[in-house]
């Protein structure tokens, strides 16, 4: 059964910092592209970052760039989203995914992710 489950969120003042971690189970997924979403209430599953199958490229949504950093280990078949300098809107459900495709098709759709989280509760206070 393939899983993916991720860990790592909490609360956080304004200004700090948390990493998200995503552990695939069931299957590698080094050959597909990762990426990370968040979600609010009442709102569309929002494109965060990926990561190509090599992690020679890495896609941010323009909210985030400059303050988060996907990355990923292959040993450990875990994506990374290391967030800093947090801010109240980015208060949210986060849901790491996995592609079918070595790519992000850089649409930035959760259609395009095969295979979902749970998803791991961030909350920023201000």
């Known amino acids: 059964q393939v899983q993916l489950v991720e860990s790592g969120g909490g609360l956080v003042q304004a200004g700090g910092s948390l990493r998200l971690s995503c552990v695939a189970s069931?299957?590698?997924?080094?050959?597909?592209?990762m990426g990370w979403f968040r979600q609010t209430p009442g709102k569309e599953r929002e494109f965060v970052a990926a990561?190509?199958?090599?992690?020679?490229?890495?896609h941010y949504a323009d909210s985030i760039k400059g303050r988060f950093t996907i990355s990923r280990d292959y040993a450990k078949n875990t994506v990374y989203l290391q967030m800093n300098s947090l801010q109240p809107e980015d208060t949210a459900v986060y849901y790491c995914?996995?592609?079918?495709?070595?790519?992000?098709?850089?649409?930035?759709?959760?259609?395009?992710?095969?295979?979902w989280g749970q998803g791991t509760q961030v909350t920023v206070s201000s």
């Open positions: 990561i190509s199958w090599s992690a020679g490229s890495t």
């Open positions: 995914a996995a592609s079918p495709y070595r790519y992000y098709s850089g649409t930035g759709s959760p259609t395009g992710f095969s295979y």
């Open positions: 069931g299957r590698t997924f080094s050959n597909n592209a």
